[in-house]
């Protein structure tokens, strides 16, 4: 068998190609009351909250929870920092916390004139619902709060096992400080969380080579660590564009930059990597997915190395990334060499790398003892999540939707809140429990951000069953049996 085509076995996806699916009909629990639900969204889409301006959205979901028998509580009230839960029992009662977090803000938009509607319209039009927060999380949050209260009215929730908060964040879209980070910090042991269930992967098609129809939920377990950081040279040789000298300030920045971005990178398999290849290649069977399940081997290295450069998407998995996001210089004429420039990375970093060990080989990279490295923003180091009971939970009510579906843990390539609680031991998966279209997700943080409704009523009744799952199901124990799958 060629080695050529050995690769080919070995790499079960490249940039997903997301279904253009015509999801399997959700019937909602019949105390979800479809219409408002939509206006619910609606509106909250309406309630423009950029990063930074949370207070008017947060205000019209705390006067929504109010009509509910939910238990409000709200953390803080300024415009940058709002935080708000709705809750089954009061947090005081001390219940173990399965928590159902989304964040309030959303990113700016950026040119008006590209959106086939108002950005803060939440127009609906019998299929989607559109505007800025749509997917990114607003749709989410509401999913949430609908099953949430939906399991309230249908249960007898006198002495349940587990008390269930559904969580409002500010700040996720700028780190999380005045967010997750605030909350933890002051309300870590009011919040009492055992699980916290939040953003990450979704529902897709065409990951399986062989069974391109299947459906494939990933359910994100661990995270890049972002690391922001910030190079600066000062130097004497500045003047006249006419005559340069040889060693000004930009041409520096723009050599250490080369040598930087022309590094040869290492692919860095862990935990997470490794238990979603040996998922993947289990589901894609065959002796594809024995190459698949055995990614990782090092007599393979050379040709997985050879497609992983040609696929972003994998290369954003197995490897630290450093992208430069800005370069720049003062405020000047064209003609005038500037003595200082300046350059921002966005780095993100595989579990189990050292962000300080990072910045030092960042440094070494470089080359040139004139540039200062700082950082501008990290997010915490962070363990993957085990595969627990409550994962467990969540694989069985996306089952009961799509009883054909694979579900498989995964690496998310980005940054989320679930990173700050899982630096707090918590285990934290993230999931969009629907089945989305290439189109949809490739809406979120730019134009014409939408969901369908099919979405947004998978992710009500998903959610809904995982309560049922939790709570319902007898015994269900707290501790032990976590599958720690062996390396």
Not at 71 to 85: G, P, T
Not at 158 to 185: H, Q, W
Not at 460 to 479: A, D, H, R
Request: proline letters at 5%.
């Amino acid at each position: 068998m060629k080695l050529n085509f050995l690769m080919l076995c070995v790499v079960f996806f490249t940039t997903p190609a997301l279904a253009q699916l015509s999801s399997e009909p959700q019937v909602l629990p019949e105390s979800v009351g479809l219409n408002q639900s939509i206006d619910l969204l609606s509106s909250y889409i309406q309630r423009e909250s950029v990063s930074g301006n949370e207070k008017e959205a947060a205000i019209f979901l705390e006067d929504y929870i109010l009509t509910t028998d939910l238990h409000l509580k709200v953390f803080s009230d300024f415009s940058d920092n709002y935080n708000l839960a709705a809750s089954l029992y009061p947090l005081d009662s001390e219940k173990p916390n399965i928590i159902l977090q989304s964040h309030i803000d959303v990113v700016p938009v950026e040119d008006l004139d590209d959106w086939e509607h108002d950005p803060y319209s939440g127009h609906f039009d019998g299929e989607y619902i559109h505007g800025r927060g749509a997917l990114d999380a607003k749709g989410l949050g509401i999913m949430q709060l609908k099953a949430l209260e939906a399991f309230q009215q249908d249960y007898d929730t006198t002495d349940l096992p587990f008390n269930v908060t559904v969580l409002f964040l500010s700040a996720e879209e700028t780190g999380g400080d005045k967010g997750a980070r605030y909350l933890m910090k002051n309300f870590e042991k009011e919040l009492n969380a055992v699980v916290v269930l939040g953003e990450g992967g979704a529902g897709y098609q065409n990951v399986l080579k062989n069974k391109p129809e299947k459906v494939v939920f990933g359910v994100s377990i661990a995270e890049k660590q972002s690391l922001w950081l910030q190079l600066k040279i000062n130097s004497n040789s500045a003047g006249h564009g006419a005559t340069p000298s040889k060693d000004y300030a930009n041409i520096q920045l723009i050599n250490s930059l080369n040598k930087l971005t022309n590094r040869k990178v290492l692919l860095l398999f862990n935990r997470s990597t490794r238990r979603m290849f040996r998922s993947l290649g289990r589901a894609e069977g065959g002796i594809r997915g024995f190459f698949i399940r055995n990614i990782n081997w090092s007599i393979l290295a050379p040709f997985v190395r050879k497609q992983i450069e040609r696929e972003p998407f994998l290369s954003s998995l197995l490897t630290n990334t450093v992208t430069v996001t800005n370069i720049y210089n003062p405020p000047g004429p064209p003609n005038q060499i500037s003595n200082s420039a300046t350059a921002v990375l966005d780095c993100r970093l595989v579990p189990g790398t050292s962000s300080k060990s990072f910045i030092r080989y960042i440094e070494r990279k470089l080359d040139n003892d004139n540039i200062k490295v700082s950082v501008l923003s990290e997010s915490p180091e962070a363990q993957p999540s085990r595969l627990n009971k409550f994962y467990r939970a969540l694989e069985d009510a996306i089952a009961i939707s799509y009883p054909d579906a694979e579900t498989i843990p995964f690496l998310f390539p980005a940054t989320s809140d679930n990173s700050l609680f899982r630096s707090y031991d918590i285990p934290s998966y993230g999931l969009i429990p629907s089945v989305v279209t290439e189109r949809d997700i490739n809406s979120i943080h730019s134009n014409n951000e939408r969901i369908s409704l099919d979405v947004f009523k998978s992710g009500i009744v998903i959610y809904y069953n995982f309560l049922k799952e939790i709570q319902l199901k007898e015994p269900f124990s707290l501790f032990g049996n976590d599958d720690d799958e062996s390396e």
